[in-house]
């Protein structure tokens, strides 16, 4: 009679939730063996200075380095791993490689250099976060106010009132805020004011069109005046073309991330890369100054 009604239930699902019932239950078991063997590996892309055209600091994105598959991309595994729950130890793993990572090339560069990483929802309501960020800290050596903690916009205002407490006690630990993806969730403007937060980053989105779309260029506008006398950083991601690069200046945008400078590179190739891009920037300030 039980197996009978195994069965029955078993038809509850159709072919095609069979498919993706099995393709999760198989990520998660890849995922699990992954973490274990530590297969996930970061790439950095550098956010550049725009009033002293140097290189600051650099986002760390995660990738997954599969023996059979090769370099997956965060787009591909971060929602499975958000809704398996794996995102908290995979959240630590990237977090312990970034602050390592990081501080030694503090050290080789000499540079002041910060590293931003991503938190998604999940991680959030991980009540072990704070002190586990604290011990990272610890273990790695990377000053607190070098580790920066970018959280979307739509992640902070679904709980907004936990946010509230979580943000307060990051903030207690040194750490910087930045507000990812902005203008793609709804911020009241009044919370803005009551976060403890470092910058905003323009999600690519309104920075993509610029300058076909008068609409997004007068939001980036508008933002970044608000940001300037709220005393909040603003960080433009997705920056592709000169165009943009030059309408973000023009702006008082303070940082820049994107394709235009460089994509995000494995660790090895990031002090070169950083050098590569500050030499740029000389030169096309030196050509702006000239033609003006
Ligand atoms: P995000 O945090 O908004 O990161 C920016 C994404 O835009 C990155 O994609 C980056 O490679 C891409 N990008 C940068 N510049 C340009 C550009 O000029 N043009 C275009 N078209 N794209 C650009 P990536 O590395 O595939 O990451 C995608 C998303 O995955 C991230 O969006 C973030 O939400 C998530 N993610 C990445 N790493 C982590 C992580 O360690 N933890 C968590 N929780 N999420 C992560
Ligand atoms: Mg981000
Ligand atoms: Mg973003
Ligand atoms: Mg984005």
Redesign the pocket.
Known sequence: RAKQEGRNNYQFFTPEMNTRASHLLRLETELRDALEQRHFT??Y?PQIHLKTGKVRGF?????WNHPQHGMI???DF?SVA?ETGQ?VE??YQ?LEQACREIKQLRETSKQPYYVA????PR?LRDPGLVHSIAQILERTGLPARKLEL?I?ETALMEQIDQSLALLHDLEALGVTLSI??FGTGYSSLSYLKQLPVHSL?I??SFV?DIPADPDDMAIIAAVTAMAQKLNIEVVA????TEQQFHYLRYNHCTLV????FS??VPFDQLEETSIKIQQTLTEMTQAIEYND
């Open positions: 970061l790439h892309q986002e760390a994105l995660v990738r991309p965060p787009l971060i958000e995102i995979l959240g990237v990483v991503n938190l998604s991680q970018e979307t990812d993806d980053k999600d690519r993509q991601e997705g920056l592709e991330q994107g394709y235009f994509p995000p």
